[in-house]
C-alpha cells in the first residue's frame, strides 16, 4: 500500500502510518501531545539511558512519565547491556508506553563511548542480544531505530532489519542516512527499497521528510510508514497536512495564523507541564523553527526571546496577527 492507512506493529495498531521521530530535547511530553494533535499515528519520546535508569537518575525517571493525553506513544531506550535494556523496557511498559524502541542509530560520541547508538551497527551479535532481551522483557511490541549505512562503502539495512526480525522486534526505523551524514544530505530511498524486500515486519522510513511528495516516495520503496523529524518541529501539524494531500485537500496548518495560533497551544501544554519560568523558557528554545518564514521574523523573535510570562507572549501573538490582518 503506497499512501495513510492504519499501521500494525506486533499487537499494536496505529491509526496511521506517520510516526514523531524520537528527537532528544524537542520530543518532551508537551510536543508529543501536540503532534498528535496534529495527525501523528504515533509520537516517539527523547531517548533514555537504560544505564541511568538502572542507577536510578531521577532526571531519566521522569523522561518515561506518559500524559494520559499522549498515547499512542513509543519510548525509546539506548544502551550497550542485555540487563539494564531488559529492565529499561520493563520500566518503560510499567510507565504506559504502547511501543519500547531500541536506539542503533544515534552517532553522538558521548552515546557511542558507551557501547551505546550506532556503534552497535558495527556488532551485529551483540545488538541482536540487546533486541531479544528487550522483546523477552515485555509484553508491547519492541522496535529497533537504526540506520542503512554507518558510512558510504556498505548498505547494511537489509542486514540489519533482518537481524531485527529475527530476533523478534515488531518492526524496524531506518534512518536513510549513513551514521558519518548525522542529519544531512538527501535520503537514501534505494537502500529503504532493499530493507523493505527483505523482511516482512513493516519498515518505517526515516530522513529528510518535509512534505507529501518525499513521504510518497518512502511508501513507493515498500515502507510501512513514514518518520517525521526535523519536519515537525515548527510545524507539528506536518501529519494531517500530508494526510490532507493524500486525500486531494490543500493543507491547512501553513497560514501565518494557524502556525502562531498552533505555537501558543504549544507554549501553553509546556507552561501547564513544566510551570511558567521553564515552560516559557523551553517554548523560546524552537522560536526559529516557528517564525523563520514568518512576516517580520527578526522583530517578533527578538521581542518573544525577551518574554517571560505567557500573558505576555500571548499580548505579542495577537498583536503579531492584527499587525497582519492590517
Ligand atoms: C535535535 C535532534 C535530536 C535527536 N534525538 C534523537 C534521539 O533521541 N533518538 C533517536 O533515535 N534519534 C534522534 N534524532 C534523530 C531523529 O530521530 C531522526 O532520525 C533524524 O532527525 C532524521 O529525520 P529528519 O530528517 O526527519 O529530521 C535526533 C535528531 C535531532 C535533529
Same mark, same amino acid.
Given at each position: 500500500?503506497?499512501?495513510?492507512?492504519?499501521?500494525?506493529?506486533?499487537?499494536?495498531?496505529?491509526?496511521?502510518?506517520?510516526?514523531?521521530?524520537?528527537?532528544?530535547?524537542?520530543?518532551?511530553?508537551?510536543?508529543?501531545?501536540?503532534?498528535? %494533535?496534529?495527525?501523528?499515528?504515533?509520537?516517539?519520546?527523547?531517548?533514555?539511558?537504560?544505564?541511568?535508569?538502572?542507577?536510578?537518575?531521577?532526571?531519566?525517571?521522569?523522561?518515561?512519565?506518559?500524559?494520559?493525553? =499522549?498515547?499512542?506513544?513509543?519510548?525509546?531506550?539506548?544502551?550497550?547491556?542485555?540487563?539494564?535494556?531488559?529492565? @529499561?523496557?520493563?520500566?518503560?511498559?510499567?510507565?504506559?508506553? *504502547?511501543?519500547?524502541?531500541?536506539?542503533?542509530?544515534?552517532?553522538? %560520541? %558521548?552515546?557511542?563511548?558507551?557501547? @551505546?547508538?550506532?556503534?552497535?551497527?558495527?556488532?551485529?551479535?551483540?545488538?541482536?542480544?540487546?533486541?531479544?532481551?528487550?522483546?523477552?522483557?515485555?509484553?508491547?511490541?519492541?522496535?529497533?531505530?537504526?540506520?542503512?549505512?554507518?558510512?558510504? +562503502? =556498505?548498505?547494511?539495512?537489509?542486514?540489519?532489519? +533482518?537481524?531485527?526480525?529475527?530476533?523478534?522486534?515488531?518492526?524496524?526505523?531506518?534512518?536513510?542516512?549513513?551514521?558519518?551524514?548525522?542529519?544531512?544530505?538527501?535520503?537514501?530511498?534505494?537502500?529503504?527499497?532493499?530493507?523493505?524486500?527483505?523482511?516482512?515486519?513493516?519498515?518505517?522510513?526515516?530522513?529528510?521528510?518535509?512534505?507529501?511528495?518525499?513521504?510518497?516516495?518512502?511508501?513507493?520503496?515498500?515502507?510501512?510508514?513514514?518518520?517525521?523529524?526535523?519536519?515537525?518541529?515548527?510545524?507539528?501539524?506536518?501529519?494531517? *497536512?500530508?494526510? *490532507?494531500?493524500?486525500?486531494?485537500?490543500?493543507?491547512?496548518?501553513?497560514?501565518?495564523?494557524?502556525?502562531?495560533?498552533?505555537?501558543?497551544?504549544?507554549?501553553?501544554?509546556?507552561?501547564?507541564?513544566?510551570?511558567?519560568?521553564?515552560?516559557?523558557?523551553?517554548?523560546?528554545?524552537?522560536?526559529?523553527?516557528?517564525? %523563520?518564514?514568518?512576516?517580520?521574523?527578526?522583530?517578533?523573535?527578538?521581542?518573544?526571546?525577551?518574554?517571560?510570562?505567557?500573558?505576555?507572549?500571548? *499580548?505579542?501573538?495577537?498583536?503579531?496577527?492584527?499587525?497582519?490582518?492590517?
Amino acid at each position: 500500500m503506497t499512501d495513510i492507512h492504519p499501521l500494525a506493529i506486533g499487537a499494536f495498531t496505529a491509526s496511521n502510518n506517520l510516526l514523531l521521530a524520537p528527537m532528544a530535547g524537542i520530543t518532551d511530553s508537551p510536543f508529543r501531545v501536540l503532534c498528535l %494533535k496534529g495527525g501523528a499515528g504515533v509520537v516517539c519520546a527523547e531517548m533514555v539511558s537504560a544505564h541511568a535508569l538502572h542507577y536510578g537518575n531521577e532526571k531519566s525517571g521522569r523522561m518515561l512519565r506518559i500524559n494520559p493525553k =499522549e498515547h499512542p506513544v513509543s519510548m525509546q531506550i539506548f544502551g550497550s547491556d542485555e540487563t539494564t535494556i531488559a529492565q @529499561a523496557a520493563k520500566n518503560a511498559e510499567a510507565q504506559g508506553a *504502547d511501543i519500547v524502541d531500541l536506539n542503533a542509530g544515534c552517532p553522538v %560520541k %558521548k552515546i557511542n563511548k558507551a557501547g @551505546a547508538g550506532c556503534v552497535l551497527m558495527k556488532d551485529e551479535a551483540k545488538l541482536g542480544r540487546l533486541v531479544e532481551a528487550a522483546v523477552k522483557s515485555v509484553k508491547i511490541p519492541v522496535t529497533l531505530k537504526t540506520r542503512i549505512a554507518l558510512n558510504h +562503502k =556498505e548498505l547494511l539495512g537489509a542486514r540489519l532489519a +533482518k537481524l531485527a526480525e529475527n530476533a523478534g522486534a515488531s518492526a524496524v526505523v531506518l534512518h536513510a542516512r549513513a551514521a558519518v551524514d548525522v542529519h544531512s544530505g538527501p535520503p537514501n530511498i534505494d537502500a529503504l527499497a532493499e530493507a523493505c524486500a527483505a523482511v516482512k515486519i513493516p519498515v518505517i522510513g526515516n530522513g529528510g521528510v518535509v512534505n507529501a511528495d518525499i513521504a510518497r516516495q518512502f511508501f513507493q520503496a515498500g515502507c510501512a510508514g513514514v518518520m517525521i523529524g526535523r519536519g515537525a518541529v515548527g510545524n507539528p501539524f506536518i501529519f494531517r *497536512d500530508i494526510i *490532507d494531500v493524500f486525500n486531494g485537500k490543500t493543507p491547512s496548518s501553513q497560514t501565518p495564523h494557524a502556525r502562531l495560533g498552533i505555537y501558543l497551544d504549544l507554549v501553553r501544554e509546556n507552561v501547564s507541564y513544566y510551570g511558567e519560568r521553564i515552560g516559557v523558557n523551553r517554548s523560546r528554545k524552537t522560536a526559529g523553527y516557528w517564525i %523563520k518564514d514568518f512576516p517580520n521574523a527578526a522583530e517578533v523573535r527578538s521581542r518573544f526571546v525577551r518574554l517571560d510570562t505567557l500573558a505576555d507572549i500571548e *499580548d505579542l501573538f495577537s498583536k503579531t496577527l492584527a499587525r497582519l490582518d492590517a
